[in-house]
């Protein structure tokens, strides 16, 4: 079973940032492609970002040079950095993680195991 753990939402502002963290086990960590994804109400769910397990990265275009995931090997976790926040960005953000996995963050977009969600709300 692959149990993720999502933490680190919240409300901000227009232009602030949040950190999400998402905690796994170790062979989910290593092995699984790892990523987020969003789902805002009324909308489709959408893969956001995703990094594989030779730490290669993608971005939906819509948060590129605004959002970066990166993995600390240390403690098992995923992080997204969400710089230069905008009100398009609020949804309910799910880590995610699947193996084995295709085409990035697209594969997000409708497939793997998803945590139980952190809200993030941006303001004007």
């Known amino acids: 079973q692959v149990r993720l753990v999502e933490s680190g939402g919240g409300s901000v502002q227009a232009g602030g940032s949040l950190t999400l963290s998402c905690a796994a086990s170790r062979v989910v960590y290593s092995r699984y492609c790892m990523g987020w994804f969003r789902q805002a109400p009324g909308k489709e769910r959408e893969g956001v970002a995703a990094?594989?397990?030779?730490?290669?990265?993608s971005y939906t275009d819509s948060v590129k040079g605004r959002f970066t995931v990166a993995k600390d090997n240390s403690k098992n976790i995923l992080y997204l950095q969400m710089n230069g926040l905008k009100p398009e960005d609020t949804a309910e953000y799910y880590c995610?993680?699947?193996?084995?996995?295709?085409?990035?963050?697209?594969?997000?977009?409708?497939?793997?195991?998803g945590g139980q969600g952190t809200q993030v709300t941006v303001s004007l």
């Open positions: 990094i594989d397990s030779n730490g290669t990265a």
């Open positions: 995610a993680a699947d193996y084995p996995c295709y085409g990035g963050y697209r594969w997000f977009t409708n497939e793997g195991y």
